[in-house]
T-cell receptor
Framework: DTAVSQTPKYLVTQMGNDKSIKCEQN?????MYWYKQDSKKFLKIMFS???????INETVPNRFSPKSPDKAHLNLHINSLELGDSAVYFC??????????????FGPGTRLTVL | DQQVKQNSPSLSVQEGRISILNCDYT??????FLWYKKYPAEGPTFLIS?????DKNEDGRFTVFLNKSAKHLSLHIVPSQPGDSAVYFC????????????FGTGTRLQVFP
């Protein structure tokens, strides 16, 4: 009955590989997000989708491509992984796209380590 | 450019006492402020929020104070309990639907018996 789930929880891979992180929410929310928490603990938004449409796209390398097959899922695909991509990636969702006032519910995070 | 700053990376408080976590921001256009709590190996969970039209919001043991002129907010936890031990993130956003949440780097609170 997890509200926002992510798989995998841990991901260790070599530089240059392509990997995906999956996110699912069972809250019936319209909006989903991807955040990155780097080694300095900054938690920064990468993307947000509302009803499967991209509404926020931060300055993220185009090696990162989000895919939203439906409202309940927002997957993150990363091509040609680099050392600097090592971080914890959090998925989140909210009822609507009012970023400040709509409570965001976070998944448990995926720790990506690029060797 | 760090628009939301939590200058204390850690705080240690005795059980039963008050915990005060501080947050400063630079963007005067921020309209909404939130605190999130994070346990190890879990995602952040929403704790309490405040709109810029208020200067105080209370929810049980948690109270957030906003001083707009000083661009400063604080979270008070009274009384502190060992289960409050976690990392607390301050976050802020503007009014627009495309405004994003800007997070601070967090303060690790440890409440000891």
């Amino acid at each position: 009955d997890t509200a926002v789930s992510q798989t995998p929880k841990y991901l260790v891979t070599q530089m240059g590989n392509d990997k995906s992180i999956k996110c699912e929410q069972n809250l019936g929310h319209d909006t989903m997000y991807w955040y990155k928490q780097d080694s300095k603990k900054f938690l920064k938004i990468m993307f947000s989708y509302n009803n499967k449409e991209l509404i926020i796209n931060e300055t993220v390398p185009n090696r990162f491509s989000p895919k939203s097959p439906d409202k309940a899922h927002l997957n993150l695909h990363i091509n040609s992984l680099e050392l600097g991509d090592s971080a914890v990636y959090f998925c989140a969702s909210s009822h609507h796209d009012r970023v400040g006032t709509d409570t965001q519910y976070f998944g448990p995070g995926t720790r990506l380590t690029v060797l | 450019d760090q628009q939301v700053k939590q200058n204390s990376p850690s705080l240690s408080v005795q059980e039963g006492r008050i915990s005060i976590l501080n947050c400063d921001y630079t963007n005067s256009m921020f309209d909404y402020f939130l605190w999130y709590k994070k346990y190890p190996a879990e995602g952040p969970t929403f704790l309490i929020s405040i709109s810029s039209i208020k200067d105080k919001n209370e929810d049980g043991r948690f109270t957030v104070f906003l001083n707009k002129s000083a661009k400063h907010l604080s979270l008070h936890i009274v009384p502190s309990q060992p289960g409050d031990s976690a990392v607390y993130f301050c976050a802020a956003s503007g009014k627009g639907s495309t405004d994003k949440l800007i997070f601070g780097t967090g303060t690790r609170l440890q409440v000891f018996p």
